[in-house]
């Protein structure tokens, strides 16, 4: 799914943040600096690194053309940097001179936003290099902001663990507390999803932040409705506060990356794969918007560039996507790749010893493992086998209708429940989550009582419709 291709090292420091436009990518450091990198061969550039802040800078961001580059520093700045040629084009200074913490550029016209450790935002105008609006976040630092896909909004995260609306008046919206320890990054997907109940376009957006979270939601951008903001699910795998976030430029994935040396990259639902070569926190991702690339950067001072195979299929992913390979048709190096995405890396050479394809692979069942390809531990037969269950799940679930799917897991349910807050849900996936909290997964209100009641209307209405899948 992900394959390293190139690591660059030559921050002195943490890396704090990267992004890409069509052809460079830009890294910044605790270092001071900032460095420029070609894509087609990830030479760093001649005019790199560009020194001009006098601390650390924890933010870069290339405008939608890819000609500015932008930088924010302890020092109180925004820089602005001509991406062609590394000329630095002005300082901003941020009122107050608090440390900057985060900038982007709006998509159209072109706008920046920095905002600071002291919870000021600031709307620069890059063309005339003023000052358009300011305003500040009602406790906190600001640590993430996302633009609304038509520049008209955009959304920001503080460390006391609100999420806010705003207009391009700088006129708070909505405020949203989000994440109890404190918001470390957002972003918001820039294709709209449907909502069936009203018709409505609707964007995800993703949060993170230091409570192990990383939620998605759905907002709604309209002038005549207001802003919505409405919860939609929490992603699991994260075991240690999440530093950063992404969505890929069609909104099929999202990378993250937290605080132990791992990244994830995930569907809305399933964790498709997971990246662990950093040897220290994970603090920065990106994809890149016309390439199948992702850069991941870390307090180990380097940065990993990955490059995705967007056709390979992956297990756990619960969309057909017909440009991938049917498991039928699967050659037996297919079948090696999806043994190593399942961490069961040390089997590649037994299943090509006996001959294992797409095909074969299905057919295995807990005799063949014990008998024919010799498996004597009845641990890893089994985990071989429910690999293989999922694999067979993800074949029918192109038509799975969403309200047979927990909205935990966004799996197929198998022991459908009913909450308190009138939802259903696997029952496993409950019990997992209030025994941590208290709140509706759906909603994020107090939940009454944890007392769960299966729905057996449910459960028959999801046997009826598997019976149909096997005819």
Not at 1 to 26: E, G
Not at 150 to 178: H, P
Not at 268 to 296: D, E, I, N, W
Request: glycine letters at 6%; proline letters at 4%; aromatic letters at 8%.
């Amino acid at each position: 799914m992900a394959t390293l291709i190139r690591t660059l090292a030559d921050h002195s420091d943490d890396v704090t943040c990267c992004a890409f436009s069509s052809s460079r990518l830009a890294t910044c450091s605790l270092d001071k600096t900032i460095r420029v990198y070609s894509l087609s061969d990830f030479s760093e550039l001649p005019y790199s690194p560009l020194a001009g802040h006098a601390y650390a800078v924890h933010c870069c961001c290339f405008s939608p053309s890819g000609l500015l580059l932008a930088s924010c520093s302890t020092d109180g700045t925004a820089a602005l940097w001509d991406s062609r040629d590394g000329r630095r084009l002005a300082v901003l200074p941020q009122p107050g001179a608090s440390p900057v913490r985060v900038c982007r550029f709006s998509p159209e016209p072109a706008r920046l936003l920095a905002g600071a450790a002291d919870g000021s935002l600031v709307l620069w105008n890059v063309q005339a290099l003023r000052l358009c609006r300011s305003g500040k976040v009602k406790d906190g630092s600001l640590m993430a902001c996302a633009f609304s896909p038509n520049g008209n909004f955009f959304v920001t995260g503080s460390s006391s663990g609100d999420l806010t609306i705003w207009d391009e008046q700088m006129r708070c919206l909505y405020n949203e507390k989000a994440h109890d320890l404190g918001v470390t990054c957002c972003d918001i997907s820039s294709h709209p999803v449907s909502d069936s109940e009203n018709g409505l376009k609707y964007f995800q957006m993703a949060s993170c932040g230091q409570d192990n979270q990383i939620k998605l939601w759905l907002i709604l951008f309209a002038d005549f409705l207001g802003v919505q903001l409405k919860y939609k699910c929490t992603l699991n795998g994260h075991s240690a506060p999440v530093l950063a976030c992404a969505f890929s430029c069609d909104g099929q994935m999202i990378v993250s990356g937290f605080k132990i040396t791992k990244t994830l990259l995930q569907s809305t639902g399933k964790t498709l794969h997971t990246l662990s070569q950093h040897t220290r926190y994970v603090t920065t991702c990106a994809f890149a918007p016309h390439s199948p690339l992702l850069a991941t950067g870390s307090m180990d001072k380097t940065v990993h560039i990955w490059q995705l195979d967007l056709k390979q299929p992956c297990a756990g992913d619960t969309v057909k996507n017909e440009s991938k390979v049917a498991v039928e048709d699967w050659s037996e190096d297919d079948v090696s790749a999806w043994l190593c995405a399942q961490d069961l890396s040390d089997f590649v050479e037994l299943f090509k010893i006996n001959n294992i394809d797409g095909k074969e692979l299905l057919n295995l069942t807990k005799e063949s493992l014990a008998n024919e390809l010799k498996i004597e531990s009845l641990g890893l037969r089994s985990k071989v086998l429910q690999k293989i269950e999922e694999l067979r799940m993800t074949m029918i679930s192109v038509s799975v209708p969403d309200e047979f799917l927990c909205p935990i897991t966004r799996e197929l349910m198998n022991d459908p429940v009913i909450a308190t807050d009138g939802y259903s849900y696997e029952r496993e996936a409950m019990e997992n989550w209030i025994s941590n909290r208290r709140s509706s997964p759906m909603t994020n209100l107090p939940l009454h009582s944890l007392m769960l009641t299966p729905n057996r209307t449910l459960k028959m209405a999801i046997s009826r419709w598997l019976e149909t899948q096997k005819k």
